[in-house]
């Protein structure tokens, strides 16, 4: 069973950056398209950025231009390089992963953007 974990969420100052990654275990990661989502407090969840097997990129508007998404199939890994964050960005940020007829999620880690 693949699973996905998520790691480098934290606290950061606006205006920061962090790095998020997200490492899928088993093989055959690269025929996932990999999207990061996200949901805040009493705010349904929200898409963020996907990078599809082919590498295809889309961006929720919300983060065009601040946010990067991309991948590394030798790694097993799907990045999300946030810049220029904002307390609006604030929340539990989670990769799925589709493909092959599966659909999978890792538990999530918390972002939160606060001076």
């Known amino acids: 069973q693949v699973q996905l974990v998520e790691s480098g969420g934290g606290l950061v100052q606006p205006g920061g950056s962090l790095r998020l990654s997200c490492l899928a275990s088993?093989?055959?990661?690269?025929?996932?398209?990999m999207t990061w989502y996200r949901q805040a407090p009493g705010k349904q969840r929200e898409l963020v950025a996907t990078i599809t097997s082919g590498g295809y990129l889309s961006y929720a508007d919300s983060v065009k231009g601040r946010f990067a998404i991309s991948r590394d199939n030798a790694k097993n890994t799907v990045y999300l390089q946030m810049n220029n964050l904002k307390p609006e960005d604030t929340a539990v940020y989670s990769c799925n992963a589709r493909g092959g007829r599966q659909d999978l999620w890792g538990q999530g880690t918390q972002v939160t953007v606060s001076s």
């Open positions: 088993g093989s055959r990661f690269s025929i996932y398209d």
